[in-house]
């Protein structure tokens, strides 16, 4: 929207020294642009309040800081940029995306002359377009060419390539950034745009992830612990890295900011208010560049006087020996690993060479999370056992009487309706935590994982992730079939685990 007006309305506003390298007011077509760094601190605030208090519809951006620089100095800046024909497709593509909340964006181009565009929301994947092969090409070609600001030169169908989106193209989407990239395929690319979700100025706490009172307790007494490792695990977008920053802002939040946090994650998935937040610079198609970049971060960690450490992921026997190293001098540590259960990170991490008696200490390893993302089904479409039992199949029909509450089960309505994406209204986790104690070391060590787990599940406020599923499913919020997909409504009884617990 272009403001018409006068320019008496803000002749008067003078910007302040202190925060001149950091806005951009322009007064003839007013707009106020605001360095993305530097949007929440009090001078800019300030500033914000009196500029709207004169022009109530002034358009606010947040742009990066270069980019303030370069419009303070009168540069051409890609915020005054027209956009070509193709900008305006991706541009109006990640707005669709936005509108319908979905994380991801797929482009599968070639075959048979068209390309499919798809949408990830709520874990499923939704056509919603189709398009030319040659105008699908354009667009990912346009991507990588001229709306990245980490990329490489040029476009390159034949073999992989990586993205960042520079941040003046999806300004006022409130997003933290997008992610592009493509592989090639039988019939030509296949590209995906990753959508992350600016949440910093309200990040969303234990409860509205979807954990348990007893698990949010057991959560913020691990934080409050000066040292270990806290480690989350689960497949690929099973929502760690969200619980990640979750967690770090309440580490924040609970030492009132008093404490020196530095991440490390390539890249970063969103703001970590107080945290020094380091990004891998790399070029994201040399896997060895990449690691050597890791490597030397990680290895300059403790110069930076850190008293609490986040790193994004173990990914190496490197990452995985320095997190323990940096909690074995004092530190707390968060991280995340790719494992099945809570005490299969204990496994994992064996296989990346950390010594066995360390993965038995108590005091070193704190925290051992696992968790998935569950649909919650739509409140107003979804329906009950009485509607849909006679449709199931037998064996289905069957276990879900055995294990579920059909006087309170309720099922997904596959059409929606106006307030839902296909009877889905979003996800939320399901977990299991363990804290472990030197009980608990000592049974897994000598006894193995079942023992281990058996005498965890006889503590108080002890939670499976098939006891967390089923609380989801008998209180209606949780379709049971889709439940199944992630966790086996008969888990604990299989392995005898319930039956323990009664005892």
Sequence with gaps: MILHTTPD???????????????????????????????????IQALVREITRRLP???LSTVPLDEIHAMNKGLPTDVRMELTSPQRKVVALFRQAVERKASD?????????????????????????????????????????????VTEAQFNSSRPQDGRIKASYLQGMKLFGARYSHTPTVYGIHAVMRLIKDDSENPPGLAELGFLPEQQETLQDILNVPEGVVILSGPTGSGKSATLRTLASMYMIQHDYHKNLVTY?????????????????????????VLRVWRQLLSNTLRIDPDAIMVGEMRDVFSANVCVTNAMTGHLVLSTLHANDPINILERLLTLDVRPELLSDPQL??????????QVLCPHCCQDWETVQNMLPQKENAMIKAHCD????????????????????????????????????????????LAARRYWLQQPGSISRNSHVLKLINAGRVDPRAAQSICSLDEDSRMNIAEVVNE
Aim: net charge negative; glycine share 6%.
């Design 9 to 43: 309305v803000l002749a008067d506003i003078t910007i302040p020294a202190s925060v001149s390298t950091q806005v951009h007011l322009r007064r003839t077509e007013p707009a106020l642009y605001i360095a993305d760094n530097y949007r929440n601190t009090a001078h």
């Design 57 to 59: 519809d002034i358009p």
């Design 105 to 149: 964006i797929h482009l599968a181009i070639g075959e048979d002359g068209l390309a499919i565009v798809k949408f990830r929301i709520h874990g499923e994947l939704f056509k919603v377009d189709s398009m030319s092969e040659e105008e699908a090409e354009n667009m990912a070609s346009t991507i990588i060419l001229s709306m990245c600001d």
């Design 265 to 289: 994650e390539d890249p970063p998935e969103g703001r970590i208010i107080g945290a020094v937040q380091c990004p891998i610079v790399a070029d994201k198609n040399n896997p060895d560049e």
């Design 365 to 374: 390893f704190i925290g051992l999370i696992s968790q998935r993302l569950v």
């Design 406 to 449: 059909t006087d309170n089960v309720r099922f997904r309505h596959a059409e929606g309706c106006d307030h839902c994406e296909g009877g889905v209204a979003g996800r939320q986790v399901v977990a299991e935590i363990i804290r472990p104690d030197a009980r608990f070391m000592q049974r897994y060590r000598h006894e193995g994982k």
